[in-house]
């Protein structure tokens, strides 16, 4: 029996040193990780980092923020120039093929004034190291400008998008343009000239209040060719009844279309509206 006992506690012994060893290599390994994450090795790791960077190794935190500040910049600064902002973009890869990598994308975002969606897809040529659009749908609010639904149509067939973004910051500049001339007359002479749809709309009318009932209206459509080339088209059309016509002895309304069209030729844009008001609207020749 007491050999029974000898035997047992033997074995506790031995379970007990085995259990003991057990603890010390635990022991062993949280220490190496405790040291391993103690500051002093951090701040080591983080000296070691930044002096791989400063030797052009590795990657410098503060490079990347400043050139992240440019590029920010930059993207504001090209923003600026062809008025384009983009406010959403997803891209998402579509499939691997023989010729290459397809990805479809969906853009949202604005030229001045002008909305627009657009979905297309792209193919990534290994080969030519080229980027080929293969699908393209462009959504806009443009119902009533035939031109615009042209330029849409015809982008749609050619899928030619940086032709498409350069027609269309062409055609808001001018927009603008003319929207800024109008307010600019309607400020100066605001007895003179109506805008009865705002200085948005493509035309303005010139008034005389010594000619009622008679007016010179000023037509500035923005078209776009076939080529995708922007064109300011300007007309002056006389609004006169026949009783008018007496009191205009000079002539001024029956011949302003013709007038304008060569006066236009000749000094330029504003200096022709401003002869205009100053012929047609403003009574004895004065402002």
Partial sequence: MQKNIIERCDDAISSL????????????????????????????????????????????????????VNCT???????????????????????KTENGTIYSHKLEGHCAFLPFQMEFKT????????????????????????????????????????????TLSTFTDWCKYRQSTFSYFKVKYPLAVGLPLG????????????????????VWKITINEDGSVTPVLDLLPKIPEQAKAVDKSGVVENAAVNFKTLLQASGLQATIENIIHSFCMAGGSD
């Fill in 199 to 218: 200085s948005s709309a493509d035309y303005m009318v010139l008034m005389n209040p010594e000619l009622p009932g008679c007016e010179l209206i000023l």
């Fill in 17 to 68: 040193k085995q259990e003991i060893q057990q603890l010390k290599g635990q022991y062993e390994e949280n220490r190496r990780e405790i040291i391993f994450l103690s500051s002093t090795n951090i701040r080591k790791a983080l000296a070691t980092f930044y002096l791989k960077s400063s030797n052009g190794e590795g990657t410098d935190l503060k490079n990347i923020q400043a050139k992240f």
């Fill in 73 to 95: 910049h930059e993207i504001e600064f090209f923003k600026k120039v062809i008025g384009i902002e983009i406010t959403r973009y997803f891209k998402k890869t579509e499939h």
């Fill in 123 to 166: 193919l990534d040529s290994q080969e030519t190291k080229r980027c080929e659009v293969t699908q393209l749908s462009i959504h806009m609010d443009c119902e009533e400008n035939s031109d615009l639904l042209n330029l849409i149509s015809r982008t749609h067939k050619s899928r030619y998008l940086l032709g498409f973004f350069r």
